[in-house]
T-cell receptor, first 114, second 115 residues
């Protein structure tokens, strides 16, 4: 079945640093990728949607300069949390879908900012 | 606005017992519906989906769900629960007008399984 790989699975870093999270579709071409944020014991909140080769569409309230999304190829999207602060600590999950396909999710990245 | 409601925050069942997780949606036309499962600290795994056709949908791990338009429901069922089924379950619907397939998630139902 469709596999989405997300890396790293856990990252701890100091406040003020930037963190990059990768999302790869391993066995299909992901025309669209999604980035979600999940707070403890809550549901997933869509942050942005990206199509290969075009700018990401951000949900209301999500800072595009804070959360940089790049979808340079049909198999790779990256989320960069710039100048991360403790309030950015969360569980970030990506998903990917091909044409006429449901979304397949990565295993998530737990980001902890000290 | 479209929404998905999972009325039960937490359900506990005994191993071997049957299970039904409730999901209601608000949308005028035929929705595209999904059930996902999330184990602690992990991403989401697709259990099953409904796009059209037969209203009883079979999924992986012995799960099934039934789409009932009259009740705006898409409840998830399993006849006999295993301890490994303990996880968080999310119902989701494709956002109307979301040509890219954006999903709206319910708040989730946590399933605990007693031995």
């Amino acid at each position: 079945g469709a596999v989405v790989s997300q890396h790293p699975s856990w990252v701890i870093c100091k406040s003020g640093t930037s963190v990059k999270i990768e999302c790869r579709s391993l066995d299909f071409q992901a025309t669209t990728m999604f980035w979600y944020r999940q707070f403890p014991k809550q549901s997933l909140m869509l942050m942005a949607t990206s199509n290969e080769g075009s700018k990401a569409t951000y949900e209301q309230g999500v800072e595009k300069d804070k959360f940089l999304i790049n979808h340079a190829s049909l198999t790779l999207s990256t989320l960069t949390v710039t100048s991360a602060h403790p309030e950015d600590s969360s569980f970030y999950i990506c998903s990917a879908r091909g044409p006429y396909q449901p979304q397949h999710f990565g295993d998530g990245t737990r980001l902890s900012i000290l | 606005a479209q929404s998905v409601t999972q009325p039960d925050i937490h359900i506990t069942v005994s191993e071997g017992a049957s299970l039904e997780l409730r999901c209601n949606y608000s949308y005028g036309a035929t929705p595209y519906l999904f059930w996902y499962v999330q184990s602690p600290g992990q991403g989401l795994q697709l259990l099953l989906k409904y796009f059209s056709g037969d209203t009883l949908v079979q999924g992986i791990k012995g799960f099934e769900a039934e789409f009932k338009r009259s009740q705006s429901s898409f409840n998830l069922r399993k006849p006999s629960v295993h301890w490994s089924d303990a996880a968080e379950y999310f119902c989701a619907v494709v956002r109307y007008g979301g040509s890219q397939g954006n999903l709206i998630f319910g708040k989730g139902t946590k399933l605990s399984v007693k031995p």
